[in-house]
Nanobody, 128 residues
Framework: QVLLTESTGGPAQTGESLRVACVTT????????MGWFRQRPGGGREFVAG????????YYSDSVKGRFTIRRDNDNNALNLQMDNRKPEDTAVYFC?????????????????????WGQGTQVTVSS
């Protein structure tokens, strides 16, 4: 069974940096394409960032491009999202997701249906 567990440093002010982390147990993390999604208050779950199994390819939503950075550590089965220059509209529950099916090179998987395993989510609050 593949389990994904997110954690964060807690709430912060606008403009402050924060890293959201995800640790995976079970399965073969190094072969999974990984992603971050978020769900803002009153909204649906939306794609934030994705990264290929070997970290050679990362991609972002337009709303976070240039501010957020996705990284992975295959030795420790860990996925991180570095959030810089945060804004109040980044307030959301952030979810870690794993795609265990074949991930074709340079394909930008962005749909909820593209991913097979999900964490429970962690709250990120950005106050103005």
């Amino acid at each position: 069974q593949v389990l994904l567990t997110e954690s964060t440093g807690g709430p912060a002010q606008t403009g402050e940096s924060l890293r959201v982390a995800c640790v995976t147990t079970g399965g073969t993390f190094s072969t999974y394409l990984m992603g971050w999604f978020r769900q803002r208050p009153g909204g649906g779950r939306e794609f934030v960032a994705g990264i290929s199994p070997s970290s050679d390819f990362a991609y972002y939503s337009d709303s976070v491009k240039g501010r957020f950075t996705i990284r992975r550590d295959n030795d420790n089965n860990a996925l991180n999202l570095q959030m810089d220059n945060r804004k109040p509209e980044d307030t959301a529950v952030y979810f870690c997701a794993a795609r265990s099916r074949t991930a074709y090179s340079r394909t930008r998987y962005r749909s909820i249906d593209d991913f097979d395993y999900w964490g429970q989510g962690t709250q990120v609050t950005v106050s103005s």
